[in-house]
């Protein structure tokens, strides 16, 4: 199957703002979603207590930079998304919430222009699964981790697939009864459908691999429930 393309990710997300801007409601098909987005923060603050500037890549309606801000408060946060309604919604949000500075930036995570050596903390949440091949993975893993300054940390929540194919089939059989559960047949067929057409989840020993090959000094995993997983690294 033809994966979507970058223009159709962002259209089905310009359509979606509502859903992303209630984390109790709009994330029931994350398993786990919770969880991983305050273990990711709490951990995230602890590792960089002083921490000023804060990156969240593919922030959709700003639900993890508003968590880390009751964490940490006034950071300076930068919201990079593909999706103009997302940002828009993101700045209203996250201006509310601190006196620091609140940068937008429309743009693919891959092309997007930032400044290196400058972040405390980076925050991906179920975007990264977008990207492709290993080029792709490798060139934004360098990227992120130029942007970290030392000490700094990448922290994702992501969809994430097994290294084995027989353990991979499982997960998403349990990850398709999980859904039924939630909202019945035709919602696993949807969701499990939508997943086929546009995402590209790598295993998170391949994430955590690729993340020590970069050049970052440590790695951390925080959670994992079939096919979701919360994890950083350390520059
Ligand atoms: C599933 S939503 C998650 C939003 C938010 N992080 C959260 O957890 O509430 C994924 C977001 O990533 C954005 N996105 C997808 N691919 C992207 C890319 N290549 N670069 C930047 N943003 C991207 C989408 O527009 C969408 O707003």
Redesign the pocket.
Same mark, same amino acid.
Request: with cysteine.
């Given at each position: 199957m033809n994966k979507s393309t970058?223009q159709e990710?962002?259209e089905?997300? @310009?359509n979606?703002?509502e859903r992303?801007?209630n984390?109790d409601t709009?994330?029931v098909a994350?398993i786990d979603?919770q969880i991983s $987005?305050e273990l990711l923060t709490e951990a995230s603050k602890r590792i960089k207590p002083d921490a000023q500037n804060l990156l969240?890549?593919?922030?959709?309606?700003?639900?993890?930079s508003l968590k880390m801000l009751t964490k940490i408060a006034n950071l300076n946060c930068t919201l990079?998304?593909?999706?103009k309604p997302?940002?828009e919604k993101a700045l209203e949000r996250v201006s509310n919430e601190t006196i620091g500075t609140v940068a937008t930036i429309q743009? @693919?995570?891959?092309?997007?222009t930032l400044e290196e050596n400058s972040f405390d903390i980076i925050?991906?949440?179920?975007?990264?699964h977008? $990207?492709r091949d290993d080029n792709d993975w490798e060139k934004t893993f360098i990227k992120l981790y130029r942007l970290l300054k030392p000490g700094g940390c990448l922290m994702i929540?992501d969809l994430i697939t097994q290294e084995t194919e027989a353990v991979n089939e499982y997960t998403w059989e349990r990850y398709g009864d999980y859904l039924e559960s939630v909202d019945g047949k035709e919602y696993r067929k949807k969701v499990l459908d939508y997943v086929e057409k546009e995402d590209s989840p790598r295993s998170m020993t391949y994430q955590l691999e690729l993340m020590k090959k970069v050049g970052f000094k440590k790695t951390e995993i925080l959670h994992k429930n079939m096919c979701f997983g919360a994890f950083g690294a350390i520059k």
């Open positions: 970058v990710i962002k089905r997300f @310009d979606d703002v992303f801007s984390l709009g994330q994350t979603a $987005l969240d890549v593919g922030c959709g309606a700003g639900n993890y990079v998304d593909l999706s997302m940002l743009g @693919d995570v891959r092309d997007v925050l991906a949440g179920a975007v990264l977008h $990207l929540s």
